[in-house]
Structures are given as structure tokens and as C-alpha cells.
């Protein structure tokens, strides 16, 4: 578990914990951010992977929901 060490606008520093996979042939390195938002009736839970540029998402995998279908 590792941090993201960003500024945001006014020059503060923002910390959010991932999770780094290494794929162990190429050495590619995937980031892994626990989301979590309000969908139409209860929350979502997830994992959004990004790539190594940690700028485009590789994946989206959703874990908890009450959605209905449709």
C-alpha cells in the first residue's frame, strides 16, 4: 500500500492510499483506488485500476451495489 503524493490547486498536498499489482513477465506496473459513490438507490463500491501513467484507467471492477436491474 502506497501513497499518492499530489498538489492540488492551492499548493496542498493530497494523500489517497492504492494498491500496486507488478505484473512479474513485463514488469508493468496497474494502480488500484478504492471509489465509492451514490448510484440511483444505494451506494457503489468498486476498484478503478489505472495504467502506469496513472492517467488512463485500465479497469472498473464494481464489488457492492443494491441497484436494480434495468
Known amino acids: ?21 507488478s505484473d512479474p513477465e513485463t514488469g508493468t506496473k496497474l494502480y488500484g483506488i478504492h471509489v465509492s459513490g451514490m448510484g440511483l438507490w444505494s451506494i457503489v463500491k468498486g476498484y478503478l485500476a489505472l ?8 479497469g472498473l471492477a464494481v464489488y457492492d451495489h443494491a441497484e436494480t436491474p434495468g
Open 1 to 21: 500500500k502506497e501513497e499518492i503524493n499530489d498538489r492540488d490547486d492551492d499548493g496542498y498536498k493530497k494523500y489517497y492510499p492504492y494498491f500496486v499489482y
Open 51 to 58: 495504467n502506469s501513467d496513472k492517467e488512463t484507467v485500465a
